[in-house]
Nanobody, 121 residues
Framework: VQLQASGGGLVQDGGSLRLSCAASGRIFSTYAMAWFRQAPGKEREFVAVISWNGDHTYYADSVKGRFTISRDNAKNTVNLQLNSLKPEDTAIYYC???????????????WGQGTLVTVSS
């Protein structure tokens, strides 16, 4: 499986963006998928995860109620809707699966290349 994230950009405080992660490979639909982010000068952190069939989701406290993770297995995509964005949400956002990142993923970690979200105050 290969992952490619897109949809990042510059948005004002309070604005919205929709990130997408396109996956190659037929077995994508069997994997839990997650989003992580890394802000400048900070360590990468967990944002959200979704089960293989979309029935279960879990969010970091910092984004709960503002971000929504979803997936479309027919299109091999996982999405992250970002609402009520704040300057502290500024980061490179990565989709990922595998290893210890998620429960129900491939044996090895797989990371997309990341997409930059910048929120101006």
């Amino acid at each position: 499986v290969q992952l490619q994230a897109s949809g990042g950009g510059l948005v004002q405080d309070g604005g919205s963006l929709r990130l997408s992660c396109a996956a190659s490979g037929r077995i994508f639909s069997t994997y839990a998928m997650a989003w992580f982010r890394q802000a400048p000068g900070k360590e990468r952190e967990f944002v959200a995860v979704i089960s293989w069939n979309g029935d279960h989701t879990y969010y970091a406290d910092s984004v709960k109620g503002r971000f929504t993770i979803s997936r479309d297995n027919a299109k091999n995509t996982v999405n992250l809707q970002l609402n009520s964005l704040k300057p502290e949400d500024t980061a490179i956002y990565y989709c990922a699966t595998g290893g210890s990142l998620v429960v129900g993923g491939p044996k090895d970690e797989i990371w997309g290349q990341g997409t930059l979200v910048t929120v101006s105050s």
